[in-house]
């Protein structure tokens, strides 16, 4: 893990872009149906979309057994985002220390700043996390008994 850690840490401070458009009902604020036809980006949906673009940085450096897990999340949110509009996310790594990688972000409209953000991966060995999720569910089965 040490040399995926290593190079994750080349990447701090350095800034990452992506973009998506708000482009099917998926991405539609809905959890109250006055609001459905407002047609306008879900936060959630957008805080999905940032977990995704944290993912993707670390994907390239981490070996095959490695994965990197959310522990933290924050979104501020200043502002809607209709319908058809595209999203700017731009994120950096601030910190690595140990295992967790630190993001801070922000993201854009067409229009203007509409969110920022911190995000915190831990980076986790495969083998273990399917360890647990067993050692968990096994637990669970045995409470049912």
Not at 73 to 96: A, Q
Not at 104 to 122: I, L, M, P, T, W
Not at 123 to 144: A, D, G, R, Y
Request: aromatic share 14%; with cysteine; charged share 30%.
């Amino acid at each position: 893990m040490n040399t995926s850690l290593e190079k994750i840490n080349l990447l701090k401070g350095k800034e990452f872009n992506y973009s998506f458009k708000v482009r099917d009902e998926s991405y539609i604020w809905s959890e109250d149906s006055d609001v459905i036809d407002f047609y306008i980006l879900s936060p959630v949906s957008l805080l999905e979309e940032i977990h995704k673009c944290c993912y993707d940085v670390l994907r390239g450096c981490l070996d095959k057994s490695f994965v990197s897990v959310v522990s933290y999340s924050k979104i501020e949110h200043f502002s809607f985002t209709p319908y058809s509009f595209k999203v700017f996310i731009k994120l950096r790594i601030i910190d690595v220390l140990g295992n967790k990688v630190y993001f801070s972000g922000e993201v854009y409209d067409e229009v203007e700043k509409v969110a920022q953000f911190e995000v915190v991966r831990n980076v986790v060995s495969k083998k273990i996390l399917k360890k647990n999720i067993n050692e968990k569910i096994n637990c669970s089965n045995l409470s049912e008994i």
